[in-house]
């Protein structure tokens, strides 16, 4: 199974950052990548599907690059409501999400 | 509205068997891959496994943790994704979440389901 290890695990920041997390795959997944974000108490919600294609309704603050084995996840200017828990995700059978990164005030 | 909503949950004993239901409304069902994935208290995402859609033969894989105890099938006639536990231990407590399949993302999530396995 390809294994996932995302970095942070937590971290502080302010209204107005720039945010940046990783990933790392165990094993080159091209750009089979996702990321999720999940609020306490609420199921995850795609954010980035194939690397860096932005959902639909995603704020375009959002981006994500990336291929191969590493790949990161941005956020441009960090906003309220974006305090959250963050998950990538590959896109393969026998998926194993990242272990998370908790992004706090 | 696109909608899933899944039921089903509830407190079971170490050894017993639940067995959850996931109704979808306003996509084509029987199009997509459908998922389960679980997330224990205060830990991460937990993917159980998938169905594939009757293209692909309504094909089925799991996680290695379940494999064995847990069995996934749909009902494309009522639009329903069905996760079958047998065997279950303490640590299969967790909140399962039904899960839309789009090209290897997961678009769309119930709003998840609470199962508590304890004595």
């Known amino acids: 199974d390809i294994q996932m290890t995302q970095s942070p695990s937590s971290l502080s920041a302010s209204v107005g950052d720039r945010v940046t997390i990783t990933c790392r795959a165990s094993?080159?997944?091209?750009?089979?990548l996702n990321w999720y974000q999940q609020k306490p108490g609420k199921a995850p919600k795609l954010l980035i599907y194939a690397a860096s294609s932005l959902q639909t309704g995603v704020p375009s603050r959002f981006s994500g690059s990336g291929s191969g084995t590493d790949f990161t996840l941005t956020i441009s200017s960090l906003q309220p409501e974006d305090f959250a828990t963050y998950y990538c995700q590959p896109s393969y059978t026998t998926v194993t999400f990242g272990g998370g990164t908790k992004v706090e005030i | 509205e696109v909608q899933l909503v899944e039921s089903g949950g509830g407190l079971v004993q170490p050894g017993g068997s639940l067995r959850l239901s996931c109704a979808a409304s306003?996509?084509?069902?029987?199009?997509?891959?459908m998922d389960w994935v679980r997330q224990a208290p205060g830990k991460g995402l937990e993917w159980v496994g998938q169905?594939?859609?009757?293209?692909?033969?309504?094909?089925?894989e799991y996680a290695a943790s379940v494999k064995g105890r847990f069995t996934i099938s749909r009902d494309d006639s009522k639009n329903s994704l069905y996760l079958q536990m047998n065997s279950l231990k303490t640590e299969d407590t967790a909140v399962y979440y039904c899960v839309r399949g789009t090209y290897g993302a997961f678009d769309i999530w119930g709003q998840g389901t609470m199962v508590t396995v304890s004595s």
């Open positions: 169905i594939r859609n009757e293209v692909n033969r309504y094909t089925t």
């Open positions: 306003g996509f084509t069902f029987s199009d997509h891959y």
């Open positions: 094993q080159s997944i091209s750009n089979y």
